[in-house]
């Protein structure tokens, strides 16, 4: 089952993303579980990027719901109550940052044979709504349709995503008759989900620090089928990276994890090898 933990800002104040960005620090949790009990490791929701006098950082304002998946053995009879307990330590921001900390405790009654009772059933209706909206905002993998590239120079990075048609989505055209626009709907067949057909914005978010210049501009460009950004180097970056991880954010609503290879320096890491084994010859 999911636990989550919700945090709530005071406006004009934020906490920080998995990578913070150019300053601050994530929320840090301990779990003291029960024997056989195991926790997941937290779900982040996408974040927003802020400008602060530190630099670029990513962060949530208003509320954030931090999500972990706990898995309880097989063997714990239905009817237990198990207690989870969690020391959580938090940074919050605003002129001035401060440390944050609390000790969290619950109960969680294992559900019968039959699902009928147990604290996911009888889980209340708000609880139940602010788990399934936190779950929608975890990243999703990446659709069949979406088809990422990666690669570098000397200076920048370059993420081409490009939508292709497969035979797992189906395209529908509707015709809406007080305005007079058509517009193209695009249904994963394996889920259901509307896509939509075009990319109007996309934003990225790096898993690793000092990796990207956060305060850099991101380059967007569209050519149809194929939208690029354009992603400056961090000055601080000690060598190349060869994989380019986090998230991306389409259409400022939908976001999606990436883990994809950086080609040029991969072929350029190939070549050096291949070149020094023949040497060797």
């Given amino acids: 089952m999911r636990v989550g933990i919700q945090l709530e800002m005071d406006k004009d104040w934020h906490i920080y993303w998995m990578n913070p960005g150019d300053s601050g620090e994530p929320p840090q949790v301990y779990w003291r579980l029960p024997a ?17 006098g530190a630099g670029t950082d990513y962060v949530y304002e208003g509320n954030a719901v931090l999500l972990s998946i706990l898995k309880t053995p097989l063997a714990a009879q239905p009817g237990t109550n198990l207690t989870i307990a969690a020391d959580l330590r938090w940074l919050v921001c605003s002129d001035t940052c401060i440390p944050q900390r609390a000790e969290l405790q619950a109960s969680v ?28 905002r975890i990243p999703k993998p990446l659709p069949a349709r979406l088809h990422l590239t990666a690669s570098g120079s000397r200076d920048k990075l370059r993420l081409d995503i490009t939508n292709i048609v497969t035979n797992n989505v189906t395209n529908t055209v509707t015709y809406n008759a007080t305005h007079g626009v058509t517009d193209g709907v695009t249904h994963d067949r394996a889920t259901d989900k509307v896509l939509p057909t075009t990319i109007a914005s996309a934003s990225f978010f790096p898993a690793e620090p000092e990796q990207i210049d956060n305060a850099a501009p991101q380059e967007f460009s569209n050519a149809g089928n194929m939208v690029s950004l354009g992603l400056k180097k961090s000055d601080h970056l000690l060598r ?17 994890e990436v883990d994809v290879p950086i080609r040029e320096l991969a072929a350029r890491h190939s070549a050096t090898h291949a070149t020094t084994h023949g040497e060797r010859k």
């Fill in 36 to 52: 056989g009990v195991t926790m997941g490791a937290l779900e982040w929701p996408a974040p927003m990027r802020l400008k602060t």
């Fill in 109 to 136: 009654r294992m559900a019968s044979a039959d699902g009928k009772s147990g604290d996911a059933a009888a889980m209340d209706s708000r609880t139940r709504e602010l788990l399934t909206a936190a779950a929608e």
């Fill in 240 to 256: 190349d990276p060869k994989h380019l991880r986090g998230l991306l954010l389409l259409n400022e609503q939908d976001s999606y």
